[in-house]
C-alpha cells in the first residue's frame, strides 16, 4: 500500500510502516461541527496492524473525534460534515454499500466511562453476538467464557454471570466493556480514554489486558496520560488544534522527537 | 419587626410551615372522602333494628330506622322553630305506594323493637316488613310461633329449589319445539305473499308445511310430558307461601318464590349480623342488580369496568408508546415534531365528552357501519357493530388517555442513558435493535407511568360512555361461554354510570342512596387494586435499572 508522506511522519518512520501491514488509512480528513467550527483538519494518518497506536494531546485537539471516526459513531452527531476519505483494509467506510453494522462488529469500541447495560454479565457480553444474529445459547457461551479470560474478568465473574453488570466494581465493569467489545471477534478495537476514570491498580489491570491483546487485535488508544501512552504503545501520534503535528514510533517520539511542539508537549512546558 | 422574628423568616421555617399546611389541606380533604365513602358505602350492609313505633294518631309503623333530620317549621307564636324528625324504612311498596316516611319527634309515643319482627327481601317491590302469621309449605301448614321461622327459611330454600329445576325443564322445553318455531316462521313469511308465489315458492311451501305436519307429530309425546311436568312443578312452588301480617294489621299471602332472603334483625346478635352483614357484602359483589338497580348486586357493572379497562390498555399502550418512540428516536427535532407534541399535549385538555361524540360519529357511524355492510349486511337494519359497544367505548377511551401515555413514556425515554445507547450501536446494533434491547426496557418505568395514569383516567370517565355503549341494564355480558367468547359488539355496564344512574335517574331516590356511596366506594377500590399492581411492577423494575432516573 502506498504511504501517504506527510510532513508529520519522519523519514525513519516512514521505512519502518512500509513493513507494516497498515488496517486504517486517512486521507486528508478534515470534519466540521458546524461550517465554522471545525475539529480536524487534513490529517493523514496509517495505523499498522496487530500493534497499539496511542493517541495523545492536550485536551480539545481532537483525538476522540479521530478516533470515534473510525467507526463511524461521528454520524450520530448532527449536523456534522467530513471530507476526505477514511480507507479500512482498502475500503472508504464511507462508501455507500458498507454495511454500518458490520463496520461496528470489525471495529470495536470502548469508552471513557463504563456503560454496561443493566443486565446480566453474560447478556452484557451476548449483546454483541446476539444483534449479529448468532442464537444458539452453546456457541454464545463459548464466547462469553472467551470474551472474559481475554478480558482477564473470568475467574471474578465465572460463578456470577447471572447478576447485574451494575454490581460489579468501576475497574471490573470497564474490563467488562472490553470483553463485550471482543465478543464480536473485532480486528481493531479503539479505546477511548478507558482507564481515565479508574484508580491506578484498575488502571494497571488495564494496561495489562491491552498487552495480552495486542498479538491479536489491532489497538488504537486515546490517552491523556503520556506515561501509559510510553508504557504501552508501539506508535504514538500526538495532535493539536485539529492536526496531526507528529506520527511515530512511541520510544522515538517520547525520546528524541522530531517536532518542536512535540518536544515543548511532552516535557511539559504546556498542554 | 424585631430581631427574633427576623431570624424566624430568615431561616426559612414560616415556608416549612407554609408547604407542610399545604400537604395537610390537601391530604386531609383526600382522607375525608374517603373516610365519607367508606362509612356510609360499607355501613349499609350492616343490617339496622326493627322498630316499632306508635304515633300519637293512633298510627302504627314498622320499618327500618333509616335516618334522622330537623324539620323547620312555625310554631303558634310565629317563632322558627327546630324539631327533630326519624325517617322509618317501612318497605310493603306494592301494599302502600311508598318505602319511607317521615316522623316528627314530638308525635312518637312509643317506640319498640318486637322480637320477632322480620324483613323479607324481595325480588320485586322492595322489602315487606311484619309478622309471620303461618308457614304453608306445599301441603303443611305450620302455626306455632316458635317454628314459624325457621320453617320460613327451610321453605325459601325448597321453593329455591323448586325454582332452578323448573327453569331447567323450561329451558328444555324451549330447545325441543325450536326446530319447529323455525319451520313455522319460514312458513308465515311465504304465506304472506301467498297470492303472488313463484312456482319455487309454492313448492317450498307445501314442502314446509309437510316438514311442519310431521315435526308436529313426533314432538308431540315428549311435549305432553313436558308440558306435565311443568304445570306441577309451577303449582307446588305456588303453593309454598307464607301469611304475614304488616303492622297496620293488613294481611298479605307472599309467595316464597319471589323471597330473596328473610332475616329477624331483632332476635340476630353481632355474630349473626357479622354473618348478614358477609352475605349482603357478598351478595353486592357478585351479584345481579334488582329494582331498577337499587338493590342487588353490582357484579356486570364491575366485570364491565373492569373488561373495557383492560381492553383500553390493550389498545393505548402499544399506540402511545410507538408515537413517542418515533417523536423521539426517529423524527428529525425541528419545528414540525415541536407542532407535533404540542398537539399531543393538548389533546388531553379536550372535554372527555367530545371525545364521546367523535368516538360516535367516526367508531360508530363511520367504521362500525362499515363493518355491519360488508359482514353482517345479513342483520342489517339490526346494528351489529354500528351501534355502542364495549369495542368503541373502550377505543375512545384510548384515545382519551393517550396524550398522557405519550408524555410519560417519553420522559421514560429520555431518561435513559446515551452512554447505553452509544454502546449499543458501537456493537453492530441497528437502530431497531438498539431501541428494542436497551430503550424500551430502561424505559419501561415511564412507560408504566403511562399506564398508571391511562388506568386512573379512564376508569373514572363517566360521559363519553354513555354515548359510545354502556347502558343501565346490560342483557349479557361481553365475556361468556358462547363462542366467539368475546362479544365485543354488546353493550356493557360501567360502576362510574350505575352511580349516576342509581342516584339521579332511579325512581326511588331515598333506597339509592346508599347504593351510591357502595359504588363509589367499590369503584375507588378498583381503581387503586389496579394502580398498585402497576406501582409494584415498576419498582421492581426500577430496582433493576439503578440509573434510571425515573
Given at each position: 500500500?502506498?504511504?501517504n508522506?506527510?510532513t508529520?511522519?519522519?523519514?525513519e518512520?516512514?521505512?519502518?510502516l512500509l ?13 466540521y ?6 475539529a ?6 496509517q495505523?499498522p ?10 485536551s480539545g485537539?481532537?483525538?476522540?473525534t479521530?478516533?470515534?471516526n ?6 450520530l452527531?448532527?449536523g456534522?460534515?467530513?471530507?476526505g ?11 455507500p454499500?458498507?454495511e ?7 471495529v470495536g469500541?470502548?469508552f ?8 446480566s454479565?453474560?447478556?452484557n457480553i ?7 444474529g448468532?442464537?444458539?445459547?452453546k ?11 481475554q ?6 465473574v465465572?460463578?456470577r454471570l ?5 454490581d ?9 466493556c472490553?470483553a ?5 471477534k473485532?480486528?481493531?478495537i ?5 482507564a481515565?476514570a479508574l484508580d ?11 498487552d ?10 486515546v490517552?491523556?496520560?503520556m ?8 506508535y504514538?501520534a500526538f495532535?493539536?488544534?485539529?492536526e ?6 512511541t520510544n ?10 512535540t ?5 511539559g512546558?504546556?498542554? | ?5 427576623k431570624?424566624?423568616f430568615?431561616k ?17 380533604m383526600?382522607?375525608w ?6 362509612v356510609?358505602g360499607?355501613?349499609i350492609?350492616?343490617p339496622?333494628?326493627?322498630?316499632q313505633?306508635n304515633?300519637k ?9 333509616w335516618?334522622?333530620?330537623k324539620?323547620i ?5 310565629e317563632?322558627?322553630v327546630?324539631?327533630?324528625?326519624t ?11 311508598y318505602d ?6 314530638k308525635?312518637?309515643k ?10 323479607f327481601?324481595r325480588?320485586?317491590y322492595?322489602?315487606?316488613?311484619g309478622?309471620?302469621l303461618?308457614?304453608?309449605l306445599?301441603?303443611e ?14 321453605g ?6 323448586l ?17 319447529l318455531?323455525?319451520i ?11 297470492d303472488f308465489?313463484?312456482d ?5 311451501l ?5 316438514e ?10 315428549p311435549?305432553i ?8 312443578l309451577?303449582?307446588?312452588?305456588n303453593?309454598f ?14 309467595q ?6 328473610l ?5 340476630m ?5 357479622s354473618?348478614?352483614?358477609v352475605q349482603?357484602?357478598?351478595e353486592?359483589?357478585?351479584g345481579?342488580p ?6 342487588g348486586g353490582?357484579f356486570?357493572?364491575i ?8 381492553l383500553?390498555s ?12 418515533y ?15 404540542l398537539?399531543v399535549?393538548?389533546l388531553?385538555?379536550?372535554p372527555?365528552?367530545v371525545?364521546g ?31 355502542g ?11 382519551l388517555?393517550l ?7 417519553e420522559?421514560g ?12 450501536l ?7 435493535q438498539?431501541?428494542k434491547?436497551?430503550v424500551l ?5 415511564g412507560?408504566?407511568?403511562g399506564?398508571i395514569l ?9 360521559a363519553?360512555?354513555?354515548?359510545t ?17 368475546f362479544h365485543?359488539?354488546r353493550k ?6 350505575h352511580?349516576?344512574d342509581?342516584?339521579?335517574q332511579?325512581?326511588?331516590?331515598e333506597?339509592?342512596i346508599?347504593?351510591?356511596y ?7 377500590a ?6 398498585l399492581?402497576a406501582i409494584?411492577?415498576r ?6 435499572y439503578?440509573?434510571?432516573s425515573?
Amino acid at each position: 500500500m502506498a504511504i501517504n508522506i506527510s510532513t508529520a511522519i519522519s523519514r525513519e518512520t516512514v521505512s519502518e510502516l512500509l513493513n507494516e501491514n497498515i488496517v486504517i488509512q486517512t486521507n486528508n480528513l478534515s470534519l466540521y461541527y458546524t461550517p465554522e467550527k471545525s475539529a480536524l483538519k487534513n490529517v493523514n494518518i496509517q495505523i499498522p496492524e496487530k500493534k497499539v497506536t496511542a493517541f495523545i494531546g492536550p485536551s480539545g485537539c481532537g483525538k476522540s473525534t479521530l478516533l470515534r471516526n473510525f467507526n463511524r459513531m461521528n454520524d450520530l452527531i448532527p449536523g456534522i460534515k467530513i471530507e476526505g476519505k477514511i480507507l479500512i483494509n482498502g475500503k472508504n467506510i464511507y462508501d455507500p454499500d458498507v454495511e454500518l453494522e458490520d463496520l461496528r462488529k470489525r471495529v470495536g469500541m470502548v469508552f471513557q466511562k463504563s456503560n454496561p447495560f443493566p443486565m446480566s454479565i453474560w447478556e452484557n457480553i451476548a449483546f454483541g453476538p446476539k444483534v449479529n444474529g448468532l442464537s444458539n445459547k452453546k456457541d454464545i457461551d463459548e464466547i462469553v467464557e472467551e470474551s472474559l479470560r481475554q478480558a482477564d474478568l473470568w475467574k471474578e465473574v465465572k460463578e456470577r454471570l447471572n447478576e447485574s453488570a451494575l454490581d460489579l466494581s468501576g475497574g471490573q465493569q470497564q474490563r467488562l466493556c472490553i470483553a463485550r467489545a471482543l465478543a464480536n471477534k473485532p480486528e481493531i478495537i479503539l479505546m477511548d480514554e478507558p482507564a481515565s476514570a479508574l484508580d491506578p491498580i484498575s488502571t494497571g489491570k488495564i494496561e495489562e489486558t491491552i498487552d495480552e491483546l495486542r498479538n491479536n487485535y489491532t489497538i488504537v488508544i486515546v490517552t491523556h496520560n503520556m506515561q501509559q501512552a510510553a508504557r504501552i504503545s508501539d506508535y504514538t501520534a500526538f495532535m493539536m488544534v485539529g492536526e496531526l503535528v507528529e506520527f511515530n514510533d512511541t520510544n522515538t517520539l517520547f525520546t528524541h522527537p522530531d517536532k518542536k511542539l512535540t518536544e515543548e508537549y511532552i516535557t511539559g512546558r504546556f498542554g | 419587626m424585631n430581631q427574633a422574628s427576623k431570624k424566624f423568616f430568615k431561616k426559612g421555617d414560616p415556608y416549612v410551615l407554609l408547604t407542610s399546611l399545604g400537604l395537610l389541606i390537601s391530604l386531609g380533604m383526600v382522607l375525608w372522602l374517603l373516610a365519607i365513602v367508606l362509612v356510609k358505602g360499607l355501613g349499609i350492609f350492616w343490617p339496622r333494628e326493627l322498630v316499632q313505633i306508635n304515633s300519637k294518631d293512633e298510627n302504627v309503623y314498622l320499618g327500618e330506622l333509616w335516618n334522622s333530620g330537623k324539620e323547620i317549621s312555625e310554631n303558634e307564636f310565629e317563632q322558627i322553630v327546630e324539631e327533630e324528625k326519624t325517617q322509618l324504612k317501612i318497605g310493603n311498596r306494592d301494599l302502600y305506594g311508598y318505602d319511607f316516611i317521615w316522623i316528627s319527634d314530638k308525635e312518637i309515643k312509643t317506640m319498640t323493637k318486637p322480637q320477632n319482627a322480620a324483613v323479607f327481601e324481595r325480588s320485586e317491590y322492595g322489602n315487606l316488613y311484619g309478622f309471620i302469621l303461618q308457614v304453608n309449605l306445599n301441603n303443611e301448614i305450620v302455626t306455632d310461633s316458635s317454628e314459624l321461622f325457621n320453617e320460613a327459611e327451610k321453605g325459601i330454600s325448597l321453593a329455591h329449589e323448586l325454582k332452578i329445576k323448573l327453569d331447567e325443564i323450561e329451558e328444555e322445553y324451549n330447545t325441543l319445539l325450536t326446530p319447529l318455531n323455525k319451520i313455522q316462521r319460514e312458513i308465515s313469511l311465504l304465506k304472506v305473499n301467498s297470492d303472488f308465489l313463484t312456482d319455487e315458492e309454492a313448492k317450498r311451501l307445501n314442502l314446509l308445511k309437510e316438514e311442519e305436519n310431521k315435526l308436529t307429530e313426533s314432538i308431540n309425546q315428549p311435549r305432553i310430558v313436558l308440558e306435565e311436568k311443568i304445570s306441577t312443578l309451577k303449582e307446588r312452588l305456588n303453593s309454598f307461601t307464607v301469611n304475614v301480617i304488616t303492622a297496620n294489621g293488613d294481611e298479605t299471602l307472599m309467595q316464597l318464590k319471589n323471597v330473596v332472603r328473610l332475616y329477624q334483625p331483632n332476635e340476630m346478635g353481632i355474630f349473626g349480623k357479622s354473618i348478614h352483614y358477609v352475605q349482603n357484602l357478598w351478595e353486592f359483589l357478585s351479584g345481579e342488580p334488582r329494582e331498577s338497580n337499587t338493590e342487588g348486586g353490582v357484579f356486570p357493572a364491575i366485570f364491565g369496568t373492569v373488561m373495557m379497562v383492560i381492553l383500553m390498555s390493550i389498545l393505548v399502550v402499544p399506540f402511545g408508546v410507538l408515537a413517542a418512540v418515533y417523536l423521539n428516536e426517529y423524527a428529525k427535532q425541528g419545528a414540525l415534531t415541536r407542532i407535533i407534541r404540542l398537539s399531543v399535549n393538548n389533546l388531553a385538555g379536550v372535554p372527555s365528552i367530545v371525545f364521546g361524540i367523535f368516538g360516535l360519529g367516526f367508531f360508530i357511524y363511520i367504521v362500525g357501519g362499515s363493518i355491519d355492510q360488508f359482514f353482517f349486511s345479513d342483520k342489517l337494519p339490526a346494528p351489529t357493530f354500528g351501534t355502542g359497544g364495549i369495542l368503541w367505548a373502550s377505543l375512545t377511551l384510548a384515545l382519551l388517555t393517550l396524550p398522557v401515555v405519550v408524555v410519560a413514556t417519553e420522559e421514560g425515554i429520555l431518561a435513559v442513558p446515551k452512554a447505553n445507547k452509544d454502546g449499543a450501536l458501537a456493537l453492530g446494533a441497528t437502530k431497531w435493535q438498539m431501541i428494542k434491547k436497551v430503550v424500551l426496557p430502561n424505559a419501561m418505568p415511564g412507560i408504566l407511568t403511562g399506564l398508571i395514569l391511562a388506568i386512573s383516567r379512564g376508569a373514572g370517565e363517566v360521559a363519553p360512555l354513555m354515548i359510545t355503549g354502556v347502558v343501565k341494564l346490560a342483557p349479557d355480558m361481553p365475556l361468556d361461554f358462547n363462542f366467539p367468547f368475546f362479544h365485543l359488539d354488546r353493550k356493557f355496564m360501567h360502576l362510574g354510570f350505575h352511580i349516576y344512574d342509581v342516584g339521579f335517574q332511579s325512581p326511588n331516590v331515598e333506597a339509592a342512596i346508599p347504593m351510591v356511596y357502595s359504588t363509589a366506594l367499590l369503584l375507588i377500590a378498583i381503581v387503586v387494586f389496579l394502580n398498585l399492581l402497576a406501582i409494584y411492577l415498576r419498582n421492581r423494575l426500577r430496582k433493576k435499572y439503578k440509573s434510571s432516573s425515573f
